[in-house]
């Protein structure tokens, strides 16, 4: 009996000294960018998120999380009822009469960049490590992620000195209707130029090509990305929808891949060491031999 | 008093009206008649201002017609087109009493003249009917009904132009229409009405004027304009001109 | 055929719509505040300052709450007002603002930036908005002033030949918008997106004042047009007959509804079928006779949107639907109704 009361002072002992050192950190977060929120689960931040935005699919765990809608369409009523003291999102985030009308109601709110460069997810991983209280662990998951990229780069350099670095077309489906073509000064060209392959395609941002001028190309590898349809069901969609893709030599070879879409939008995120590693070894079969040679 | 004085029109570089005098006078009805495309409604679109003269002029007392100013212009002059486009549910009081806009009599006495038009034109029953269930020939006198209104109960220097306001009804309601028209010109206002029918024209009209090819052919009384010559030049027409047996004026009947 | 109901029955009755539109639209919203917080936090707006309210609270009613309700209710008139204007000036009750090309000049200037920005200007974030709303509303004005020039011929205005210049001008502006879309970005594309959807999501005061100004202009002056709008259905020479400068009326009612359709869409993007159906449903019930049928569709414009917006709130709360796709999923079935039953 006399042990209830003492307890309980303890647990509200425990409980005030752990909300005075929260108080600097931020401690109801709503997410609204996909890579953001990959970040943020990645160093283990997880508990901390209230809300995500619908740019936020991954990891699957946070799809159960309250949505706050579009990123550019927030609304500020909406927001509020998650009582959140941070709002993180990219500087796409808006509209921007919320954003004030978020900030007036004591809502913390940071914008990260949405660019996808290195320096950008340097800058990005540095201040969510200081807002989450792990300037540590995002160092740490900053060095990794370019340990990643750099060993990969080095493989994929010694590999394309005996191998063509191979010509590839990234196709964006819609759910099997004629495809857009990543072109440059996007993601996608990005990403494939880091897996060490050659883009194909010359003109700006995603376009239609007309089926000769995809055939005419003659690309090595098609990736393949969809909104809609993942996998093997993305790629039968496509093929059925335009046979003269099914005709290329690419295809005839197998030489097909497909990549997560969320890839593509809102930043560098967690996952992309291993989305290249896979799209790497498909362009260079021999890239494993490498390995070890690149690793000495 | 509308007047017009040589009035020519032109119409796609085409004479279709040429040289028309004539001058409405206070308490008659003046008849127009002419085969199809002999200018009529190119003389009743002139006499109102919808289409201007090529040369001559219009004059409502004597200013011209175009430098009257609207409220004080429909308030002397009313015109029935030959066909409405009205397509929504007014009901008839309603149509009605947009004859009363260029006046600010108010609501009561509005009232008053929208059931007395209505009766006079035999349309009293259509009250509180929708205008868009009526058949062709009732919307027609519920026109009649709201021009009459406009210029109600008609005066000496009021303007009154009808289109073939006849063209849509059945015999008994072509002569009780054309009594109102009739009893409304005693009152004082002069009304011009393009008709069809010679032998209404006959009963019916002061003076007529008898338009083919785009020029008076002939004009005065109905006894001077109806002589079987006339009729046969214009309309092309054989017809023997009697006497009404009662009323006195003349009687066409085609041979 | 009379009324449904008489005016004296439905004007209260509307008002009284309106009025309870008004207070669901400041008491409810994702977050649920006590009805006594609510009054209080509006209390205090009056500068009264009679009780303590939470500044969360406050904040909410006051800033986010009733600047939004005023542009729903501003919205909803000016749509409602302008399409009977419009329905009166086609003398065709399917007729809608849209048609002589505001919405879609509107459209194309919001693009031309919503694009233009993410490529060739950079602007502080703040200003975006702003721009926004002007290009928008220049792009509605500047297209229906050439709509009305092409529908010029001999001083008098063609009211067909403004009807066909409208579609050909409006699919003018689509291939443009095309265009833009063709050359903007994913998230570009969804901006463009979302803004023909339409949002009352982020009212300010500072952005209420433009449309409060226009909405006004228009609440005063079209239904002194009332007269001027039943002689027209009439036929226009019937109109100039009972002594209206029909030339005059129709210049005044295209700039009425172009100012007024222009600042709506610029405030709040595309929002589709008030404007057609609310003047349509009034005149079920009031009849044709613009003296009644304008004030009856401010009214209920007013509240129609406003509680449309609630919906687009409420929802998918704590996300929000656009406004645009509330109004088209109540507006087309009641539509595709009334074509059922005028049919029958």
Not at chain 3, 310 to 321: D, G, Q, T, W, Y
Request: aromatic content about 4%; glycine content about 10%; overall charge negative.
């Amino acid at each position: 009996m006399r042990l209830e009361p003492i307890l309980a002072g303890l647990c509200t002992g425990l409980l005030l000294s752990t909300a005075s050192l929260a108080d600097e950190l931020p401690q109801r977060w709503i997410s609204a960018g996909g890579a953001a929120t990959e970040w943020i689960v990645e160093l283990g931040g997880q508990d901390r998120l209230v809300g995500v935005d619908t740019t936020s699919q991954h990891p699957e765990t946070v799809t159960a999380l309250p949505s706050v809608g579009y990123q550019r369409q927030l609304s500020a009523e909406g927001v509020l009822t998650l009582a959140p003291d941070l709002l993180l999102g990219t500087e796409e985030m808006g509209p921007p009469p919320v954003l004030i009308q978020l900030e007036k109601a004591g809502v913390r709110i940071e914008r990260l960049s949405a660019s996808s460069e290195l320096n950008a997810l340097e800058d990005n991983l540095l201040r969510l490590g200081a807002l989450l209280g792990e300037p540590e662990r995002a160092q740490l998951a900053l060095e990794d992620f370019h340990r990643q990229l750099n060993d990969l780069q080095r493989q994929i350099k010694l590999a394309s000195k005996t191998d063509q670095p191979p010509g590839v077309l990234l196709l964006l489906g819609v759910g099997g209707n004629s495809p857009l073509v990543a072109g440059r000064n996007t993601m996608a060209d990005w990403l494939l130029r880091q897996a060490g392959a050659r883009n194909l395609a010359e003109h700006e941002g995603y376009k239609n090509l007309a089926a000769e001028a995809m055939l005419a190309l003659d690309a090595d590898w098609l990736v393949l990305t969809d909104r809609q349809l993942r996998g093997v069901e993305g790629q039968q969609a496509l093929m059925a929808q335009n046979p003269s893709l099914a005709a290329s030599r690419a295809v005839r070879e197998g030489h097909l891949l497909s990549i997560d879409p969320t890839l593509l939008v809102g930043g560098l995120g967690p996952g992309l060491p291993d989305a290249l590693r896979q799209l790497s070894h498909a362009f260079y079969p021999r890239l494993q031999e490498h390995r070890a040679e690149a690793s000495q | 008093m509308l007047q017009a004085q040589q009035v020519s029109v032109a119409r796609g570089g085409r004479c279709v009206l040429g040289d028309v005098n004539l001058a409405l006078q206070p308490g008659q009805v003046l008849g127009v008649l002419g085969p199809n495309g002999a200018g009529k409604s190119s003389l009743l679109g002139v006499l109102n201002g919808e289409l201007a003269a090529s040369s001559g002029q219009v004059l409502l007392d004597t200013q011209p017609l175009a430098s009257w100013q609207g409220r004080r212009r429909a308030q002397r002059l009313a015109v029935l087109p030959q066909s409405s486009s009205l397509s929504f549910a007014f009901s008839v009081e309603q149509v009605v009493r947009m004859g009363r806009m260029p006046h600010d009599t108010g609501m009561a006495m509005d009232e008053d003249i929208v059931n007395e038009v209505l009766r006079a034109v035999d349309a009293g029953h259509l009250a509180g009917r929708s205008y868009l269930q009526l058949s062709g020939g009732e919307r027609q006198r519920v026109h009649l009904a709201r021009v009459l209104a406009q210029l109600w109960p008609g005066a000496d220097g009021q303007v009154l132009l009808l289109d073939e306001p006849t063209s849509m009804l059945d015999p008994l309601h072509q002569l009780s229409v054309l009594d109102a028209v009739r009893r409304f010109a005693d009152h004082g206002a002069s009304v011009l009405i393009i008709l069809h029918d010679l032998n209404l024209a006959a009963r019916y009209c002061d003076q007529l004027l008898l338009l083919g090819d785009g020029s008076v052919q002939a004009c005065g009384t109905p006894e001077q304009v109806l002589q079987p010559a006339h009729l046969h030049r214009v309309f092309g027409i054989e017809v023997l001109v009697q006497r009404h047996p009662e009323r006195g004026h003349p009687l066409i009947i085609a041979r | 055929m009379n009324p449904v109901l008489n005016w004296r029955v439905l004007y209260p009755l509307l008002a009284a719509l309106l009025l309870l539109a008004v207070w669901l639209s400041l008491a409810l919203g994702p977050v649920s505040l006590p009805l006594a917080d609510t009054l209080r936090a509006l209390l205090n707006i009056t500068g009264l300052n009679l009780t303590e309210v939470q500044a969360q609270t406050e904040l909410i009613v006051s800033q986010i709450r009733l600047p939004r309700t005023l542009l729903g209710l501003m919205v909803g008139a000016v749509l409602a007002l302008t399409g009977v204007a419009m329905q009166g000036l086609f003398r065709n009750p399917l007729a809608d603002p849209g048609l002589i090309g505001v919405s879609s000049g509107a459209a194309l200037g919001a693009s031309l930036v919503i694009v233009g920005l993410s490529r060739w200007i950079t602007l502080p974030v703040v200003l975006e908005p702003y721009v926004l709303s002007a290009a928008a509303f220049a792009g509605g004005l500047l297209v229906t002033a050439l709509v009305y020039r092409l529908g010029r011929r001999d001083g008098q205005t063609q009211v067909a030949t403004m009807l066909l210049a409208g579609i050909a001008l409006t699919a003018l502006s689509g291939a443009i918008i095309g265009l833009f879309t063709y050359l903007a970005d994913d998230s570009t594309l969804r901006a463009l997106t979302f803004w023909n959807l339409g949002s009352l999501n982020g009212a300010s005061y500072s952005r209420l004042w433009p449309l409060l100004v226009v909405a006004l202009g228009v609440v005063y002056w079209l239904p002194r047009r009332a007269d001027a709008l039943n002689a027209m259905l009439l036929g226009e020479s019937e109109a100039r007959h009972l002594g209206f400068d029909v030339e005059r009326v129709k210049r005044e009612l295209i700039l009425c509804t172009a100012l007024g359709v222009g600042a709506a869409v610029a405030a709040a993007g595309m929002i589709g079928f008030v404007g057609l159906v609310v003047p349509h449903l009034m005149r079920l019930l009031v009849g044709p006779d613009h003296r009644l049928l304008l004030p009856a569709s401010a009214l209920a414009g007013g509240a129609l949107l406003l509680l449309a917006d609630l919906a687009a709130r409420l929802i998918v709360a704590p996300a929000e639907m656009p406004i645009g796709i509330v109004t088209a999923l109540i507006g087309a079935p009641f539509f595709i109704y009334l074509l059922i039953r005028s049919r029958g």
